[in-house]
C-alpha cells in the first residue's frame, strides 16, 4: 500500500515549452503532497507544499508563476514547469503523507527527470 | 534553515562490514527520519524516531537519536552490496508536516 506515481519518469523538452509532471497517489488519499527537486549529486529541496483544493505554499525562492502547482483532488497534485530553461533541468521528485494520520512518514514517488534542451 | 549536514558526504567499505552515517540539524523537531536512494530512483523510508525516542532498531539497521547534540546516526550492520545507495536523514518540526533533508550521504558496499 501507499503508492505514489509521478508520470513521466522523464520528459526532454525545448526551451521555451511548458511541461506538466503529475503525481498520483494510487491507493490512498493524500490531503497534502510535496514536490522537491534535485540537482545531481545533490540533496532534495522542498519546493512547495500542494494541499487539496487550496493554493500551493512556495518555499523561499521558487518562483510561482513558474512552477504552478495545482491539486485539484485527493490523489492528484500536478506541477507545471513553464517556459522552461535549460537551468530548470533536474529531477523532480513529489511525496505524499496519508490523509488523518500521524506518523509522519511520507511517501515518495520514483520521480521525473526534466532535460530542457 | 533547519536542513542537516550529514557526514561522511561518501563512505566505501566492505560488504560485511558495518556502516555509520551521521545528520546534524539545527533546529527543535517532531521526528527524524531515515531514507533511502538508489541512483536516479525515488526516495524509500527506512525508520523514524520522534524526539522523544533515544534508539530505534529496524532488522540490519539502528538509529539513535540525541537532541541535546541535534544529531542523530544511522547504523547498517552486515552490509550488503545491495546496501549501496545514498542515504539521507530528514527532520519536520513546528507542526509542520513538511521534511528537510540534509545532504545525504553515498555509501558504496565493495564485494
Known amino acids: 500500500g501507499a503508492v505514489v506515481s509521478q508520470h513521466p519518469s522523464w520528459v526532454i523538452c525545448k526551451s521555451g515549452t511548458s511541461v506538466k509532471i503529475e503525481c498520483r497517489s494510487l491507493?490512498?488519499?493524500?490531503?497534502?503532497m510535496f514536490w522537491y527537486r534535485q540537482f545531481p549529486k545533490q540533496s532534495l529541496m522542498l519546493m512547495a507544499t500542494?494541499?487539496?483544493?487550496?493554493?500551493?505554499?512556495?518555499e523561499q525562492g521558487v518562483e510561482k508563476d513558474k512552477f504552478l502547482i495545482n491539486h485539484a483532488s485527493l490523489t492528484l497534485s500536478t506541477l507545471t514547469v513553464t517556459s522552461a530553461h535549460p537551468e530548470d533541468s533536474s529531477f523532480y521528485i513529489c511525496s505524499a503523507s496519508l490523509a488523518g494520520s500521524n506518523t509522519g512518514e511520507l511517501f515518495f514517488g520514483e520521480g521525473s527527470r526534466l532535460t530542457v534542451l | 534553515s533547519q536542513q542537516g549536514e550529514e557526514d561522511p558526504q561518501a563512505l566505501s567499505i566492505q560488504e560485511g562490514e558495518n556502516a555509520t552515517m551521521n545528520c546534524s540539524y539545527k533546529t527543535s523537531i517532531n521526528n527524524l527520519q531515515w531514507y533511502r536512494q538508489n541512483s536516479g530512483r525515488g526516495l524509500v523510508h527506512l525508520i523514524l524516531?520522534?524526539?522523544?525516542?533515544r534508539e530505534k532498531h529496524s532488522g540490519r539497521l539502528r538509529v539513535t537519536l540525541d537532541t541535546s547534540k541535534k544529531s542523530s546516526s544511522l547504523l547498517i550492520t552486515a552490509s550488503r552490496a545491495a546496501d549501496t545507495a545514498s542515504y539521507f536523514c530528514?527532520?519536520?518540526?513546528?507542526?509542520?508536516?513538511?521534511?528537510?533533508f540534509g545532504q545525504g550521504t553515498r555509501l558504496t558496499i565493495n564485494p
Open positions: 530528514a527532520t519536520s518540526g513546528g507542526g509542520a508536516q513538511k521534511l528537510v
Open positions: 491507493d490512498f488519499q493524500a490531503t497534502t
Open positions: 524516531i520522534r524526539s522523544n525516542e
Open positions: 500542494s494541499n487539496e483544493g487550496s493554493k500551493a505554499t512556495y
